[in-house]
Antibody
């Protein structure tokens, strides 16, 4: 089954570090971009950034540049989103999503999503 | 990058049609025919409903359609059903492997 499985909910204190994960299965992970989106409580989705696991080419939304780090370990088909010092304002649900792969490249939409990881900072 | 503008909520009766707008700029919606729409039932993974402005993925009901005029995209749902009640997000490619979402619209089927 083609799917993205995200790590479980986290409860952290301000100032702590965190790394959440998104594991792809059922498809060629290395040739499909993986993006991350945030949904703060009662708010909409916000685009954070995207990574190409094949070579770790990473692009960030200007709003999140320097605030988080997106990485990937292609050997275990897993992408990551990490913080070095969490703040209460990082409390949100974080979704990973696959950019639709097409032969020789990628399309311009996300065709597969994870169920989200809830991060609570308090 | 500013979020695309969607109405916060819409409501309509079963069997009726509804259109959700998504206003962007000439740097995103207006510059690319890469608008997608996602249905999100809280607690679940978002589901792709429309891509490339007006294309439907396999398995998505023909009751869902998309369009674009200038800097504004729209999602129309016809023959509303109770199961359509959800949050809907538009998303546009904004260049350089970046995307921007709309603020989301809560659809209530009365």
């Amino acid at each position: 089954e083609v799917q993205l499985v995200q790590s479980g909910a986290e409860v952290k204190k301000p100032g702590e570090s965190l790394k959440i994960s998104c594991k792809g299965s059922g498809y060629r992970f290395t040739t499909s971009w993986i993006g991350w989106a945030r949904q703060m409580p009662g708010k909409g989705l916000e685009w954070m950034g995207i990574i190409y696991p094949g070579d770790s080419d990473t692009r960030y939304s200007p709003s999140f540049q320097g605030q988080v780090t997106i990485s990937a370990d292609k050997s275990i088909s897993t992408a990551y989103l990490q913080w070095t010092s969490l703040q209460a304002s990082d409390t949100a649900i974080y979704y990973c999503a696959r950019r639709k792969p097409v032969p020789g490249g990628a399309d311009y939409y996300m065709d597969l999503w994870g169920k989200g990881t809830t991060v609570t900072v308090s | 990058q500013s979020a695309l503008t969607q109405p916060a909520s819409v409501s309509e009766s079963p069997g009726q049609s509804i259109t959700i707008s998504c206003a962007g700029t000439s740097s995103d919606v207006g510059d690319y025919n890469y608008v997608s729409w996602y249905q999100h039932h809280p607690g679940n993974a978002p589901k792709l409903m429309i891509y490339d402005v007006s294309k439907r993925p396999s398995g998505v009901s023909t009751r869902f359609s998309g369009s674009k005029s200038g800097n504004t995209a729209s999602l129309t749902i016809s023959g509303l059903q109770a199961e359509d009640e959800a949050d809907y997000y538009c998303c546009s490619y904004a260049g350089s492997s970046t995307w921007v979402f709309g603020g989301g619209t809560k659809l209530t089927v009365l």
